[in-house]
């Protein structure tokens, strides 16, 4: 129920004053029609109050008035189109970075020209010899990510091409070893998307699968396929059904290698003096 004050006072709005019943008149009139049945009471001030029970036709300032629904949707494009516009200028501008976690929380690294030259010096001793331009040559930046103090921590490491970032990708199975684990930079978005997934990466891992992330996209690969696994379809792929690597052959005796394959049989003869 809507009500409307109008700031009369009690010696006003009775009949005995002139002024106030015609101000009070005037005042009823100027309402428009479409808000019939007033009741008027008083409040605790004493001014008279209209309380309408239908509701009245209030003029609007079109500069505050709600669009209609096809303006609506119009502007829900045209902001989606604007999203799809910075997602894809933020991926641009992460398309040739790589991040680089792993890096000890040492003294020896704290400045920034030392983590840059810890980080080119770790490229290089995993690149092969006969390698002709190195990954570390490209690098043009190297930032911290995370915060001192938190063990490993996460570096980000810029590349002048994309080019030299995939010879970079091409050394994670050595950087492994050392403790080092390389992953692309990622948008807002993508984290959030990836974030969503690690319940499905858990599922495929428990099926003896091997998945892995890339720009938020999570896959997996099965009989040599690889495929891409949405959300919620990690329970509905079937068990890795590749067999297990055979286990290795047993380790050769001393004596093994001296011994012709018929030995027993040619001892046996010598002995007997069978010909």
């Not at 047993?250 to 010598?270: E, Q």
Request: aromatic share 6%; hydrophobic share 30%.
């Amino acid at each position: 129920m809507n009500y409307l004050k109008w700031g009369r006072s009690t010696a006003s709005a009775t009949p005995d004053s002139a002024s106030g019943s015609k101000r009070f008149a005037d005042t009823m009139q100027s309402l428009p029609a479409s808000a019939p049945a007033l009741k008027l009471h008083k409040d605790d001030s004493g001014d008279v109050v209209t309380a309408a029970t239908a509701t009245a036709e209030v003029p609007t300032d079109p500069a505050t008035t709600i669009p209609a629904a096809p303006a609506l949707d119009t502007h829900r494009q045209e902001l989606a189109s604007i999203r799809d516009d910075v997602e894809f200028l933020s991926q641009r501008v992460r398309s040739k970075n790589i991040v680089l976690h792993g890096v000890p929380d040492t003294a020896s690294v704290s400045k920034p020209a030392d983590l840059e030259r810890f980080v080119k010096h770790t490229l290089d001793e995993v690149t092969p010899g006969r390698t002709a331009s190195k990954p570390s040559q490209s690098i043009t930046a190297v930032s911290q990510i995370s915060r001192p103090g938190t063990g490993n921590r996460s570096v980000l490491v810029e590349y002048a091409s994309s080019q030299a970032k995939h010879s970079a990708y091409a050394l994670s199975k050595e950087l492994r070893r050392r403790g080092f684990h390389l992953a692309d930079e990622l948008t807002p978005k993508q984290m959030h998307a990836q974030k969503a997934m690690e319940a499905d990466a858990s599922a495929l891992r428990s099926k003896g699968f091997r998945p892995w992330f890339r720009r938020g996209a999570l896959y997996y690969s099965n009989r040599g396929v690889q495929r891409q696994c949405r959300q919620g379809e990690a329970v509905k792929v079937p068990t890795c059904s590749v067999p297990p690597p055979p286990p290795p052959p047993p380790a050769p005796t001393r004596n093994a290698a001296k011994r012709s394959p018929n030995h027993r049989r040619d001892n046996g003869v010598r002995a007997s003096g069978w010909k």
